[in-house]
């Protein structure tokens, strides 16, 4: 609802159940005409790998930490556009990428923060 009419939200989840129950849960709410019009989707995939489809992105919001930036997500950075995204693993800092009009990147460490880690599906599900 934030991006307007003209947006598009996309949701990467790499547990194909979370990624139903998520979809339900829309369904039910005040959100399910923007999945039926597809300004809002959710997808099974890796995360670190982005949704490429339908890049390039305004803002990238990851929801777990990752060892790194993945680069995929800088690649689906529009330019003058921002990701923010935890990093590390046991200490964790809010990072905020920037891709400059020129499409070089400025990183900025906001704060410290603790997440759950960006992982595949098979790292999760062993453990």
Known sequence: MMVGPQGRAVGVEHIPELVSSSIENI?????????????LSVHSGDGRQGWPEFAPYDAIHVGAAAKE?????????????????????????????????????????????????????EAQLQG
């Not at 529009?78 to 499409?103: A, C």
Request: hydrophobic share 35%.
């Open 27 to 39: 369904q039910k709410s005040a959100a399910a005409s923007l999945l039926k019009d597809g300004s």
């Open 69 to 121: 930036i993945p680069q995929p997500l800088i690649d689906q950075l529009k330019p003058g556009g921002r990701m923010v995204i935890p990093v590390g693993v046991l200490f964790q800092d809010l990072q905020v990428v920037d891709k400059n009009s020129d499409g070089s990147v400025s990183i900025r460490t906001e704060t410290s923060v603790r997440y759950v880690p960006l992982t595949s599906k």
